[in-house]
């Protein structure tokens, strides 16, 4: 699965952070997304979709 993510769009909120924080972080500057694994392997899939669903500004997209 591969993630991507628009920091141009991410708010903040840090739901991706709290459901996979494996794969996402927060940038301490502006408390946007940081993509720490774009492409988590298959273990971590179920966490990512989930995190990508929660995301309240659509910033997180998967395939």
């Known amino acids: 699965m591969k993630i991507k993510a628009d920091t141009d769009v991410c708010i903040g909120a840090g739901m991706c952070v709290l459901t996979a924080p494996e794969v996402f972080d927060q940038s301490e500057d502006d408390g946007t997304v940081v993509l720490l694994d774009p492409d988590p392997p ?6 990512v979709r989930r ?5 309240p500004s659509g910033a997180l997209s998967g395939s």
């Open 42 to 47: 298959a273990s971590r899939e179920a966490a």
């Open 51 to 55: 995190a990508v669903q929660l995301c």
